[in-house]
């Protein structure tokens, strides 16, 4: 008698259950419109002087940090910005950029041409690594056993694909009673729906997985690309490469051996970095969770078991697309675009500390200032983060048109360069103080200003016009802080218009400034997929290139740097680079700082 | 402990203060709880309109104002026992019989009990603010059930609810041992409290209702088992008859009732959120950064200063608050780090870096010696004041005194060490009574524990069975090498009375061999080698307990050294540099020796949205991770100038391994 009536208190009525229907799709929208109006808000309250004021900047910090934090003086020479124009004209046809050397940047017929480098070109052809990327689900189908009960499909659709993998299991399966197919195919329109609704706020949380890590790689074309990855070891002669078959190769330029690493997680590698100040440890962003590597530099053996791979994952925290070791080495951060929170690792205790902040819908890349006193987090959205890591507080910065792609920092930390998703401009951040100091607030420029211009010009060459120019795909800027390298992603349909690496001299002391020096390019059809410095390069700057026919280069850069030695990356604060080079004739400032 | 006797400065002055913060949180926090509750318990979804509005009504209640007293005074008592069984070095059983005679100490005892009349005061609570059925404990009989209508029958909804508090709360208190609760964990980086508490708080929600549910199948169980026990003591205490209109609850139909789960299920969720929020908020503010003066121009308050703090017999809490604070100044605080190097205004003595540097090291070659007294070591101010000084002399005295072993219950020690020797657990604390002063801390008695009463002497005796099973750094393979020593090595102050020199007696002999006799015959039983086998890892784990202290240490020393690269003006650093990086490479062979026994390199399962911390589970990976960091930093930092330094040939060869990043 009393179960009966309990049974019957259950919300299994009809008109209860629309009750929870309305109340949790009304909250829903009530909440994700309020988010949606926060960020608006924050753009509406911009005042208009400060919007005049400036000109060609289109970020604005928003209110409640300006209060905090100090002005510094920023301003912007539009007409003496940067550009492409600028560049000397790309090499014909065949050409390829070798080194850099008395200000000129030397080209040749072949990249073996040169023998005057520290490292072989590897070459990694497309056709000889097998892809695992294809999706499991599409071999699903042929080899799931039907005969399975109810029960345990469902439990396989439970894990697979989660709630809506088991609403479908349900709904098309014939065995249940009519009134649960009905009901988990309403669940699963509803679920359908609300998702559709989450994805219209939030484009990128539609796609799949490895279609969101090419979108949000730093790697130019990563699903078609043969190398996905590449690191160098920040205090030796060591880089890993992670290859299109999901394995990542070690070479070291004391041993022939290169040890191969494959683990069973360790898919759609979208990035990866050696810790600094270790010897071992390799951190690798993978489909579904962190590995971190420990590779024996003494060791023999060319397959290291999986054994030495710490496995580092958290519920809902795939894919893992940005890592960033702290330059001490003591913690690791790792970010998700569908995680709205980024996660703090102490790697050797495995365990995370999730910094939550919610808008944005998700983190997709992470770059740790070389002295480690700010992070960048750039969001899916027009929003991007600045924290401070002394006490793990933000900055937001709304963005007015579109999701911030890369970034770099100077190495004093200084300086904040990035790039805009759908603008072919640099922008440049400064921050003048030391973090911490007022508490809560990082410090530095209100507004950001446009370094380069990036928009595609024309060149006449021998072999016809090129047009070079468009988005930045990432950007790297060597340790020294006297060279930077810009990935254009040039236009795809046209093909006049290939992606090219621009290299640009720079120097961030006393004033910041950009000169052009010229264009990295490989050999005829292939095009750079990831550029990354050598971090301790003695004579100069050596710039690694993975093109997409497969082939690693290294173009170095020499240049005399009064810097002296460099300090190691140890935390400590990097001596200030004195300025060192005279200006050479024939090259006028084209960005500077000074104002006038 | 802080109630009796003399309580230290920093205690009365910080740590209470803080303590007394977080549980005034938690009572601001209890109105909201509450409100939840009250909600949550009315909950008909048929009636919504009607289930606002009765709760709301309810809310203004006298009863609910009443029970929000009443939670406030549980609130107050939770505190006080967070404050008073806290630990920053959580104490690890080695063995089964150690985790039994854990959950059995008097301490632990007089814990449970409290929290079981706590959680049935919660539970009361709860039941009054239900109301319906639930409300009283007797109610009018009913009249077909055979007795008159003015006769009291029991209620056994509310006796339920009741005996489901007294359960919880006594599996919280438990698992709080068990599971180390009370063990306060720092984190890797620095955030607000807002912010911390805001993060933790939905994994506080979600552990308190998974671990409600548990208890509450745990309890099921149990009252269908016993549940007649206390009914019929009730019914007899207090007069009352029993219902037998009403199925009783200790059978299938009674305990199939859903709403009557559902209730105690959300009373045994609000019982955990607002305990586990009064632990969660403590551990929050107790490990907060605390800013601790590197000098301070008054002598009055010297005692207070970072070198006076990290050697004197200051409480642990106390040091690794200071230990947190140097790594942060020696990363973040160019201006503290020039009070460090600076020198001493009349004379151009460098104390501050002197003070602060031979504590540190100190402290590394304590652990990295194994406990085994240095031949060097121990120099002239280590009996004044150093930190370590009381290790290292509670190991002479202990070399003095080869009878002072678990087995001499006539000693004057007994006591202390008793406890300590358990919580080690060796095979021998077994057969210990535990006849610990209940007021002492864990922390406390974990320090004590921790040294190893077994002198050379007295191990050549023992069997090397027993002598494998005590927690150490690294064994020797040297036989005779005198391995007595502190097994947590812990840099803390032990309040060992000295015990008077003696010399073995014949009778002390032959209870020695007489109990060597009964071991080995209860070796043989399958019971007791279950109970006494050594749990894998344990060991290890209870070595490195205090490793927080070191990893703060090494990085603070570390990052003043590479800080003073460009920082020292006057070159205070160069005179300690041999010693630091010695003492450093010394621990990093130790450690190295550690990780090759087995068991010590396997990680423990992970188990993540847990509130439990099991941070103490990972600190030798962590402290070794720190540990090659930390001479990294400085190889790299001063590259070349490093074989400056003066070495021995050892040392050499291993810091060239870091020099061509082969570690």
């Given at each position: 008698?009393?179960?009966?009536?309990?049974?019957?208190?259950?919300?299994?009525?009809?008109?209860?259950?629309?009750?929870?229907?309305?109340?949790?799709?009304?909250?829903?929208?009530?909440?994700?419109?309020?988010?949606?109006?926060?960020?608006?808000?924050?753009?509406?309250?911009?005042?208009?002087?400060?919007?005049?004021?400036?000109?060609?900047?289109?970020?604005?910090?928003?209110?409640?940090?300006?209060?905090?934090?100090?002005?510094?003086?920023?301003?912007?020479?539009?007409?003496?910005?940067?550009?492409?124009?600028?560049f000397p004209?790309p090499l014909?046809?065949g050409q390829v950029t070798l080194y850099e050397s008395n200000n000129e940047l030397v080209a040749g017929t072949s990249v073996d041409s040169y023998p005057k480098q520290e490292w072989d070109n590897l070459h990694f052809?497309?056709?000889?690594?097998?892809?695992?990327?294809?999706?499991?689900?599409?071999?699903?189908?042929?080899?799931?056993?039907?005969?399975?009960?109810?029960?345990?499909?469902?439990?396989?659709?439970?894990?697979?694909?989660?709630?809506?993998?088991?609403?479908?299991?349900?709904?098309?399966?014939?065995?249940?009673?009519?009134?649960?197919?009905?009901?988990?195919?309403?669940?699963?329109?509803?679920?359908?729906?609300?998702?559709?609704?989450?994805?219209?706020?939030?484009?990128?949380?539609?796609?799949?997985?490895?279609?969101?890590?090419?979108?949000?790689?730093?790697?130019?074309?990563?699903?078609?690309?043969?190398v996905?990855?590449f690191a160098w070891h920040p205090h030796t002669d060591k880089f890993a490469v992670?290859?299109?078959?999901?394995?990542?190769?070690i070479y070291n330029s004391k041993?022939?051996?290169?040890?191969?690493?494959?683990?069973?997680?360790?898919?759609?590698?979208?990035?990866?970095?050696w810790?600094?100040?270790?010897?071992?440890?390799?951190?690798?962003?993978?489909?579904?969770?962190?590995?971190?590597?420990?590779?024996?530099?003494?060791?023999?053996?060319?397959?290291?078991?999986?054994?030495?791979?710490?496995?580092?994952?958290?519920?809902?925290?795939?894919?893992?697309?940005?890592?960033?070791?702290?330059?001490?080495?003591?913690?690791?951060?790792?970010?998700?675009?569908?995680?709205?929170?980024?996660?703090?690792?102490?790697?050797?205790?495995?365990?995370?500390?999730?910094?939550?902040?919610?808008?944005?819908?998700?983190?997709?890349?992470?770059?740790?200032?070389p002295?480690?006193?700010?992070?960048?987090?750039?969001?899916?959205?027009?929003?991007?983060?600045?924290?401070?890591?002394?006490?793990?507080?933000?900055?937001?910065?709304?963005?007015?048109?579109?999701?911030?792609?890369?970034?770099c920092?100077s190495p004093?930390?200084?300086?904040?360069?990035?790039?805009?998703?759908?603008?072919?401009?640099?922008?440049?951040?400064?921050?003048?103080?030391?973090?911490?100091?007022?508490?809560?607030?990082?410090?530095?420029?209100?507004?950001?200003?446009?370094?380069?211009?990036?928009?595609?010009?024309?060149?006449?060459?021998?072999?016809?016009?090129?047009?070079?120019?468009?988005?930045?795909?990432s950007l790297a800027w060597d340790p020294r802080g006297e060279r930077l390298a810009v990935l254009l992603?040039?236009?795809?349909?046209?093909?006049?218009?290939?992606a090219v690496i621009a290299v640009f001299k720079t120097r961030s002391?006393?004033?910041?400034?950009l000169l052009p020096c010229g264009f990295v390019q490989g050999e005829a059809?292939a095009e750079p997929r990831l550029i990354q410095f050598h971090p301790s390069f003695s004579n100069g700057a050596l710039l690694t290139v993975c093109w997409s026919n497969g082939r690693i280069t290294h173009t170095p850069f020499y240049f005399v740097s009064a810097g002296g030695p460099r300090i190691g990356v140890?935390?400590?604060?990097?001596?200030?680079v004195?300025?060192c080079r005279t200006?050479e004739?024939?090259d006028?400032?084209?960005?500077?700082?000074?104002?006038? | 402990?802080?109630?009796?006797?003399?309580?230290?400065?920093?205690?009365?002055?910080?740590?209470?203060?803080?303590?007394?913060?977080?549980?005034?949180?938690?009572?601001?926090?209890?109105?909201?709880?509450?409100?939840?509750?009250?909600?949550?318990?009315?909950?008909?979804?048929?009636?919504?309109?009607?289930?606002?509005?009765?709760?709301?009504?309810?809310?203004?209640?006298?009863?609910?104002?009443?029970?929000?007293?009443?939670?406030?005074?549980?609130?107050?008592?939770?505190?006080?026992?967070?404050?008073?069984?806290?630990?920053?070095?959580?104490?690890?059983?080695?063995?089964?019989?150690?985790?039994?005679?854990?959950?059995?100490?008097?301490?632990?005892?007089?814990?449970?009990?409290?929290?079981?009349?706590?959680?049935?005061?919660?539970?009361?609570?709860?039941?009054?603010?239900?109301?319906?059925?639930?409300?009283?404990?007797?109610?009018?009989?009913?009249?077909?059930?055979?007795?008159?209508?003015?006769?009291?029958?029991?209620?056994?909804?509310?006796?339920?609810?009741?005996?489901?508090?007294?359960?919880?709360?006594?599996?919280?208190?438990?698992?709080?041992?068990?599971?180390?609760?009370?063990?306060?964990?720092?984190?890797?980086?620095?955030?607000?409290?807002?912010?911390?508490?805001?993060?933790?708080?939905?994994?506080?929600?979600?552990?308190?209702?998974?671990?409600?549910?548990?208890?509450?199948?745990?309890?099921?169980?149990?009252?269908?088992?016993?549940?007649?026990?206390?009914?019929?003591?009730?019914?007899?205490?207090?007069?009352?008859?029993?219902?037998?209109?009403?199925?009783?609850?200790?059978?299938?139909?009674?305990?199939?009732?859903?709403?009557?789960?559902?209730?105690?299920?959300?009373?045994?969720?609000?019982?955990?959120?607002?305990?586990?929020?009064?632990?969660?908020?403590?551990?929050?503010?107790?490990?907060?950064?605390?800013?601790?003066?590197?000098?301070?121009?008054?002598?009055?308050?010297?005692?207070?200063?970072?070198?006076?703090?990290?050697?004197?017999?200051?409480?642990?809490?106390?040091?690794?608050?200071?230990?947190?604070?140097?790594?942060?100044?020696?990363?973040?605080?160019?201006?503290?780090?020039?009070?460090?190097?600076?020198?001493?205004?009349?004379?151009?003595?460098?104390?501050?870096?002197?003070?602060?540097?031979?504590?540190?090291?100190?402290?590394?070659?304590?652990?990295?010696?194994?406990?085994?007294?240095?031949?060097?070591?121990?120099?002239?101010?280590?009996?004044?004041?150093?930190?370590?000084?009381?290790?290292?002399?509670?190991?002479?005295?202990?070399?003095?005194?080869?009878?002072?072993?678990?087995?001499?219950?006539?000693?004057?020690?007994?006591?202390?060490?008793?406890?300590?020797?358990?919580?080690?657990?060796?095979?021998?604390?077994?057969?210990?009574?535990?006849?610990?002063?209940?007021?002492?801390?864990?922390?406390?008695?974990?320090?004590?524990?921790?040294?190893?009463?077994?002198?050379?002497?007295?191990?050549?005796?023992?069997?090397?069975?027993?002598?494998?099973?005590?927690?150490?750094?690294?064994?020797?393979?040297?036989?005779?090498?005198?391995?007595?020593?502190?097994?947590?090595?812990?840099?803390?102050?032990?309040?060992?009375?000295?015990?008077?020199?003696?010399?073995?007696?014949?009778?002390?002999?032959?209870?020695?061999?007489?109990?060597?006799?009964?071991?080995?015959?209860?070796?043989?039983?399958?019971?007791?080698?279950?109970?006494?086998?050594?749990?894998?890892?344990?060991?290890?784990?209870?070595?490195?307990?205090?490793?927080?202290?070191?990893?703060?240490?090494?990085?603070?020393?570390?990052?003043?050294?590479?800080?003073?690269?460009?920082?020292?003006?006057?070159?205070?650093?160069?005179?300690?540099?041999?010693?630091?990086?010695?003492?450093?490479?010394?621990?990093?062979?130790?450690?190295?020796?550690?990780?090759?026994?087995?068991?010590?390199?396997?990680?423990?399962?992970?188990?993540?949205?847990?509130?439990?911390?099991?941070?103490?589970?990972?600190?030798?990976?962590?402290?070794?991770?720190?540990?090659?960091?930390?001479?990294?930093?400085?190889?790299?930092?001063?590259?070349?100038?490093?074989?400056?330094?003066?070495?021995?040939?050892?040392?050499?060869?291993?810091?060239?391994?870091?020099?061509?990043y082969?570690?």
């Amino acid at each position: 008698m009393r179960i009966l009536d309990v049974v019957s208190a259950l919300p299994l009525g009809g008109g209860s259950v629309l009750w929870v229907l309305y109340g949790f799709c009304s909250s829903w929208i009530a909440f994700q419109f309020c988010l949606r109006f926060s960020v608006l808000f924050v753009h509406s309250r911009v005042p208009s002087s400060v919007w005049r004021n400036t000109g060609g900047i289109c970020f604005l910090q928003s209110q409640h940090y300006k209060k905090a934090c100090h002005r510094s003086n920023v301003c912007v020479k539009s007409p003496m910005m940067c550009s492409l124009a600028l560049f000397p004209s790309p090499l014909p046809d065949g050409q390829v950029t070798l080194y850099e050397s008395n200000n000129e940047l030397v080209a040749g017929t072949s990249v073996d041409s040169y023998p005057k480098q520290e490292w072989d070109n590897l070459h990694f052809r497309r056709d000889a690594l097998k892809s695992h990327s294809h999706l499991e689900s599409s071999s699903k189908a042929a080899f799931l056993d039907h005969k399975d009960t109810l029960w345990m499909r469902s439990a396989a659709a439970w894990r697979d694909a989660g709630l809506s993998g088991l609403f479908e299991e349900i709904a098309n399966s014939s065995e249940v009673p009519r009134w649960l197919t009905v009901g988990s195919g309403f669940a699963l329109a509803l679920l359908r729906w609300v998702s559709s609704f989450h994805g219209s706020l939030f484009p990128h949380l539609t796609l799949s997985t490895e279609d969101m890590v090419a979108e949000f790689s730093q790697v130019l074309d990563w699903s078609d690309c043969a190398v996905r990855g590449f690191a160098w070891h920040p205090h030796t002669d060591k880089f890993a490469v992670a290859l299109l078959d999901d394995s990542i190769r070690i070479y070291n330029s004391k041993s022939a051996t290169y040890p191969t690493l494959k683990h069973r997680l360790q898919r759609s590698v979208a990035a990866l970095q050696w810790k600094p100040l270790c010897a071992t440890a390799l951190a690798v962003a993978c489909h579904n969770c962190l590995l971190v590597w420990h590779v024996d530099p003494t060791s023999l053996s060319t397959r290291p078991s999986a054994g030495c791979a710490q496995v580092l994952s958290h519920p809902g925290h795939s894919p893992v697309t940005s890592i960033a070791w702290a330059p001490s080495g003591s913690v690791l951060i790792s970010a998700s675009p569908v995680d709205t929170s980024m996660m703090v690792w102490d790697v050797a205790a495995e365990t995370c500390v999730p910094l939550q902040r919610v808008g944005g819908g998700g983190v997709t890349f992470l770059s740790w200032s070389p002295d480690g006193s700010r992070v960048l987090a750039a969001t899916p959205s027009s929003l991007f983060r600045v924290w401070e890591t002394r006490m793990w507080t933000c900055e937001r910065w709304p963005c007015l048109k579109g999701r911030c792609q890369t970034g770099c920092w100077s190495p004093d930390g200084k300086h904040l360069l990035f790039s805009v998703k759908g603008e072919m401009v640099i922008y440049a951040l400064t921050f003048t103080e030391a973090p911490g100091e007022p508490l809560g607030c990082s410090g530095g420029a209100k507004a950001a200003a446009i370094v380069a211009d990036l928009s595609v010009t024309s060149f006449q060459t021998p072999e016809g016009e090129v047009r070079i120019g468009g988005e930045v795909q990432s950007l790297a800027w060597d340790p020294r802080g006297e060279r930077l390298a810009v990935l254009l992603k040039g236009d795809p349909e046209a093909p006049a218009c290939p992606a090219v690496i621009a290299v640009f001299k720079t120097r961030s002391s006393p004033v910041f400034e950009l000169l052009p020096c010229g264009f990295v390019q490989g050999e005829a059809g292939a095009e750079p997929r990831l550029i990354q410095f050598h971090p301790s390069f003695s004579n100069g700057a050596l710039l690694t290139v993975c093109w997409s026919n497969g082939r690693i280069t290294h173009t170095p850069f020499y240049f005399v740097s009064a810097g002296g030695p460099r300090i190691g990356v140890g935390g400590s604060p990097p001596l200030p680079v004195p300025l060192c080079r005279t200006m050479e004739n024939g090259d006028r400032p084209l960005f500077s700082d000074l104002c006038s | 402990m802080f109630l009796l006797g003399h309580s230290h400065w920093f205690l009365s002055k910080v740590i209470w203060w803080r303590a007394a913060a977080s549980t005034a949180w938690t009572v601001l926090l209890l109105p909201v709880t509450t409100a939840l509750f009250i909600v949550l318990s009315k909950a008909s979804l048929f009636h919504p309109i009607q289930w606002i509005s009765e709760s709301v009504s309810l809310f203004y209640g006298s009863y609910v104002i009443f029970c929000l007293l009443i939670l406030t005074a549980v609130v107050l008592f939770v505190g006080f026992f967070n404050l008073e069984y806290y630990t920053v070095v959580p104490s690890i059983p080695c063995t089964r019989i150690a985790l039994l005679g854990k959950v059995l100490h008097p301490q632990q005892f007089v814990h449970s009990l409290a929290h079981c009349m706590m959680g049935m005061v919660v539970a009361w609570c709860a039941s009054v603010m239900i109301g319906g059925r639930y409300k009283f404990i007797a109610s009018p009989c009913t009249e077909d059930s055979g007795g008159s209508a003015h006769q009291m029958c029991l209620n056994e909804y509310h006796l339920f609810l009741l005996l489901a508090g007294a359960f919880i709360g006594y599996s919280y208190s438990l698992l709080g041992v068990v599971r180390n609760m009370n063990y306060v964990s720092f984190h890797t980086v620095q955030q607000f409290k807002y912010l911390r508490f805001k993060g933790a708080l939905p994994l506080v929600v979600k552990y308190s209702a998974v671990q409600s549910l548990y208890s509450l199948r745990n309890y099921c169980i149990f009252y269908f088992f016993f549940g007649y026990v206390p009914r019929a003591w009730i019914c007899t205490t207090m007069n009352l008859h029993k219902n037998s209109s009403v199925t009783a609850l200790d059978t299938v139909a009674g305990l199939l009732d859903l709403s009557l789960l559902y209730h105690l299920w959300i009373s045994g969720t609000f019982l955990l959120v607002i305990w586990y929020t009064t632990m969660l908020l403590f551990k929050i503010y107790i490990s907060e950064a605390y800013s601790v003066p590197v000098q301070s121009s008054f002598s009055e308050d010297i005692f207070q200063c970072l070198p006076a703090v990290l050697s004197g017999k200051e409480p642990m809490i106390l040091k690794f608050l200071a230990l947190q604070d140097l790594a942060l100044l020696s990363q973040h605080s160019p201006s503290r780090r020039q009070e460090v190097f600076s020198l001493s205004q009349p004379g151009g003595h460098p104390h501050n870096w002197k003070d602060l540097t031979q504590r540190l090291v100190t402290y590394h070659e304590v652990v990295s010696f194994n406990g085994r007294a240095k031949p060097q070591s121990i120099g002239r101010d280590q009996q004044s004041t150093s930190s370590d000084s009381s290790v290292a002399s509670g190991m002479e005295e202990l070399a003095k005194t080869p009878w002072v072993s678990s087995a001499s219950h006539t000693t004057g020690v007994m006591p202390l060490r008793s406890s300590m020797t358990a919580m080690s657990g060796p095979q021998a604390a077994g057969f210990t009574p535990k006849s610990d002063s209940p007021f002492a801390s864990p922390a406390m008695k974990r320090l004590v524990g921790g040294q190893d009463p077994f002198s050379p002497w007295f191990g050549s005796v023992q069997s090397p069975h027993v002598t494998r099973r005590r927690p150490k750094l690294w064994t020797s393979s040297t036989a005779g090498s005198p391995l007595n020593g502190s097994p947590s090595a812990s840099p803390a102050e032990s309040p060992v009375p000295s015990p008077a020199t003696r010399t073995p007696s014949f009778l002390t002999l032959w209870v020695h061999n007489r109990q060597e006799q009964v071991k080995n015959f209860l070796a043989k039983r399958a019971l007791i080698m279950y109970l006494f086998n050594k749990l894998p890892e344990a060991s290890s784990q209870a070595l490195f307990a205090d490793s927080q202290a070191h990893i703060w240490a090494l990085e603070g020393l570390s990052h003043l050294v590479v800080a003073s690269y460009t920082e020292d003006r006057f070159g205070v650093v160069q005179t300690t540099f041999s010693s630091i990086l010695s003492s450093m490479l010394i621990l990093q062979e130790a450690v190295d020796k550690h990780f090759k026994l087995p068991h010590a390199s396997s990680k423990p399962v992970r188990s993540s949205f847990n509130l439990e911390d099991t941070t103490y589970k990972t600190l030798r990976f962590a402290l070794r991770a720190a540990l090659k960091t930390a001479i990294y930093r400085i190889t790299t930092t001063f590259g070349q100038h490093i074989y400056a330094v003066q070495m021995s040939g050892e040392h050499r060869k291993r810091l060239q391994q870091f020099m061509e990043y082969r570690e």
